[in-house]
């Protein structure tokens, strides 16, 4: 079948919008009629070829729609069944994934710099018949998405799928992080550093796991506004006061249970381990190139503070996506205030530079 997609042909330049051609599906595929995908930072390191993609590609990975295909042997989903997609597909038998660490899934990451399908095998192609390449096995920027079955997670059918398609990445990064990696206690002092989409998700899920106090970083004076109506408790411009001796002042000179950083700046990773207390947890969600180097004062790593890296906050979609949802639908988790504009996909590029000027939390590409 054929579709429009959003297509990434040179690194640095626009993407166009052009005919593709998607499938077939292959056992245990499902074809998902795209209804809304975000725009995330993975996408513009993408586009400004800090990931070395092999193009030309389909990006997105924040996406949601509706069943509109299934391939031999697919249980468990119907068609027209409202799904929210995951960007980790993994094989359930490899040396990481016996030790349920599925984001360090071999096949996963063995196939993901090819940017093809899960199984080494492409699924979409140009209109010339060339290999179009999928980001992060999904390439949620076309009106049709194929992936793995176990990558379409249902979610109930009041959830709007303009939110729900913030689940997918950035919610639950972010969420997962306070609740899975960091294991926020109840009455601690935790400090998130950056307050975009993932950084207010965090700050969410500190709030339901019972955080007493909730310190948000965050150089962006609207941004610290959205992250107080979020839940947090203390506000910090980075550039008027020092984040890690405001968490010291705060909790009578220790520093706070448990750090978040979700900025991806070196300021802000440093700021990281000098503001967690002995003891304490720092999760690292911001990222640098990957050839970047970073360097520490050895002192502020001491004293038995543990650092965990996570790319998608310890998520178990089958079960985290749904309860997501339902946390949305009885108003427990604000999603609404996450999106800054709903765009069609003949304005992406637009959409991408807003993010890269800084100016936007999330855009949703919706599809007819």
């Not at 729609?65 to 799904?83: K, M, Q, R």
């Not at 993994?90 to 349920?100: D, I, P």
Request: net charge neutral; hydrophobic share 45%.
């Amino acid at each position: 079948m054929q579709a429009r997609a959003a297509v990434l042909r040179a690194i640095g330049q626009p993407m166009a919008i052009e005919r593709i051609r998607i499938g077939p599906l292959a056992s245990g595929d499902v074809l998902v009629k795209t209804v809304a995908a975000s725009l995330c930072h993975t996408d513009l390191e993408v586009i400004e070829g800090q990931l070395g993609l092999t193009l030309p590609a389909v990006l997105g990975h924040e996406a949601a729609g509706t069943i509109a295909a299934l391939g031999e042997g697919v249980t468990g989903l119907a068609l027209g069944d409202p799904v929210v997609l995951s960007w980790n597909p993994h094989c359930g038998g490899c040396f990481y994934c016996r030790r349920a660490q599925p984001i360090l899934c071999e096949p996963y990451l063995a196939n993901g710099p090819k940017a093809v399908h899960f199984d080494g095998r492409p699924r979409l192609a140009c209109d010339d018949g060339a290999t179009l390449h999928q980001l992060m096995y999904l390439g949620g920027f076309a009106e049709y998405v194929v992936v793995p079955a176990q990558q379409a997670v249902p979610v109930p059918r009041e959830m709007p799928l303009d939110r729900a398609c913030l689940l997918g990445c950035a919610v639950m990064t972010g969420f997962g992080a306070a609740t899975h990696i960091a294991r926020i206690g109840w009455g601690e002092v935790v400090m998130v550093l950056g307050a975009g989409a993932v950084g207010l998700a965090a700050i969410q899920g500190a709030k339901l796991a019972g955080a007493r106090q909730i310190i948000a970083v965050d150089p962006n004076p609207a941004r610290r506004a959205m992250a107080e109506r979020a839940g947090a408790t203390t506000l910090c411009d980075p550039a008027a006061e020092d984040p890690a001796a405001l968490a010291r002042r705060l909790t009578a000179g220790r520093g706070a249970d448990a750090v978040i950083e979700a900025a991806g700046v070196p300021a802000s990773l440093r700021s990281s381990v000098e503001a967690v207390r002995p003891g304490g947890q720092v999760v690292w969600l911001g990222k640098l190139g990957v050839n970047a180097e970073m360097p520490f004062r050895w002192g502020a790593l001491m004293q038995e503070k543990r650092i965990t890296r996570s790319s998608y906050g310890g998520a178990r979609p089958a079960e985290d996506f749904p309860l997501l949802a339902e946390a949305y639908l009885a108003g427990k988790l604000d999603l609404d205030s996450l999106i800054t504009a709903r765009i069609g996909l003949e304005e992406i590029n637009q959409g991408f530079a807003a993010l890269q000027r800084g100016e936007a939390i999330r855009s949703v590409v919706m599809f007819p």
